[in-house]
């Protein structure tokens, strides 16, 4: 089993940053991605970033390329989105993910483990 813990959200203004951590802990070897989607009020969950365990592939969606940025440490067995020129539109709980076999992919159903998800608000 893994368990993913995120943190990191909050209130911020348009135009300002954010950034979310999500550790794993448990059986983080298995792991073969981790990544991020969201959930906006009366929207479903979308795909907003990934990156491959060994951090020489990641896949971001259209609406957060050139802001967000994700990267990983695993040392500490922790991922980061960072969230930069942040819009009202990105106002969403924020979850991690993670998979232990096949690539990256923005199919929330083939991921196997997920966090409890951290709020994002964005005032304009």
Known sequence: QVQ?????????QAGGSLRLSCAASGRTFSLNAMGW????????REFVGAIS????????????KG?????????????Y???NSLKSEDTAVYCCAARYSGSITVDGTSWNYWGQGTQVTVSS
């Open 81 to 83: 989105l960072q969230m």
């Open 4 to 12: 993913l813990v995120e943190s990191g959200g909050g209130l911020v």
């Open 67 to 79: 802001r967000f940025t994700i990267s990983r440490d695993n040392a500490k067995s922790t991922v």
């Open 37 to 44: 989607f969201r959930q906006a009020p009366g929207k479903e």
């Open 53 to 64: 365990w060994s951090g020489r592939s990641t896949s971001y969606a259209d609406s957060v």
